[in-house]
């Protein structure tokens, strides 16, 4: 399979647990991206990568949650402290660099955190 | 901030009805992206519409981008199961580099 690959899908923590999920984009795309979604929602853009450089970061986005993709492939997402506010799917998504095409998102399956 | 909307938030429809979803950006649009998520899936990519007036088709899916570039519609026509799910679209946000999503239209449809 050559999509987007987020692991884990499912993860259950505990109120101020850390949780840190991964992303493999596909393989030939320079930008990656992690939104959150929510119940009834569209998805709402937490950070962008272009390659390894974070060149956007939602200020939504806590201090809490923190972003690296360290060789411009996989990306992790990390939660510090987890609240329960935190509980959504976050879906990690990668398109490819220049051209009209370049504006079309690839998402991943997901991973859903529920905050207990 | 730059908000894309959608109307209506629900529709239900029988199947074999026809479907329509707007959109409405508060800025002007470079391109306007449609994206369907099935239940308990995730966001696929639909279509792109970047000239002002275009109309696309899909099949029974017709895609159209307004002549100001700040609103879209999403129409199907004679609808069937298979077309259930929500149905987003979305468009440049600022500084270019995210993209927007409005929250969507969940579509229903009864056999």
Known sequence: DTGVSQDPRHKITKRGQNVTFRCDPISEHNRLYWYRQTLGQGPEFLTYFQNEAQLEKSRLLSDRFSAERPKGSFSTLEIQRTEQGD??????????MGGTSGNTIYFGEGSWLTVV | ??????????????EGEDFTTYCNSST???????????????????????KSGEVKKQKRLTFQFGEAKKNSSLHITATQTTDVGTYFCAGPGDGGF????????RLFVKA
């Not at chain 1, 509980?87 to 490819?96: N, Q, V």
């Not at chain 2, 995210?98 to 239209?105: R, V, Y």
Request: net charge positive.
């Open chain 2, 28 to 50: 002007t649009l470079s391109n306007i992206q449609w994206y369907k998520q099935r239940p308990g899936g995730h966001p696929v990519f639909l279509i792109q519409l970047v």
């Open chain 2, 98 to 105: 995210k993209t927007i999503f409005g929250a969507g239209t």
């Open chain 2, 1 to 14: 901030g730059q908000q894309v909307m959608q109307i209506p938030q629900y529709q239900h429809v029988q």
């Open chain 1, 87 to 96: 509980s959504a799917m976050y879906l990690c998504a990668s398109s490819p």
